[in-house]
C-alpha cells in the first residue's frame, strides 16, 4: 500500500506564491512518475504538472512559466512552487503517483489540499 500525503495549501492573495508537497510512503513499492492534478468547483479535475523518475517534466499550457514541479526520490516526495498566482488557479490540488513492485503497477492519489486565490 502506498500512501500520498500533501501539504502546503491555504488562501493567498493575487500575485502571490505557494508551495505544495506531497510525500509518499510505502517502502515495497517504487515510483515512477508523479503529478499533480486540480479541481475547481463545477469542473473537471485536470492534469496541471507531471514529472517522471528521470526528472522529464511537463506542464499544463495555463501554468507554463508560474508553476515549477520538481522531486526529491530519496524522499519519495514531489513538490509544486507556485508563483503569480491567479484567482483562476483556485482548486483542490491533488497528487497522483504511478506505482510499481510486487508484480504491481497502479496509480495512488492524495486526499487533496486547497488553494484558494482572493483578494
Not at 5 to 23: D, F, H, I, T, Y
Not at 85 to 106: H, I, N, R
Request: hydrophobic letters at 30%.
Amino acid at each position: 500500500q502506498v500512501q500520498l500525503e500533501e501539504s502546503g495549501g491555504g488562501l493567498v492573495q493575487p500575485g502571490g506564491s505557494l508551495r505544495l508537497s506531497c510525500a509518499a510512503s510505502g517502502s515495497r513499492f517504487s515510483i515512477n512518475r508523479m503529478d499533480w492534478y486540480r479541481q475547481a468547483l463545477g469542473k473537471e479535475r485536470e492534469l496541471v504538472a507531471r514529472i517522471t523518475s528521470g526528472g522529464t517534466t511537463n506542464y499544463a499550457d495555463s501554468v507554463k512559466g508560474r508553476f515549477t514541479i520538481s522531486r526529491d526520490n530519496a524522499k519519495n516526495t514531489v513538490y509544486l512552487q507556485m508563483n503569480s498566482l491567479k484567482p483562476e488557479d483556485t482548486a483542490v490540488y491533488y497528487c497522483k503517483a504511478g506505482v510499481y513492485g510486487l508484480g504491481l503497477s497502479f496509480d495512488a492519489w492524495g486526499q487533496g489540499t486547497q488553494v484558494t486565490v482572493s483578494s
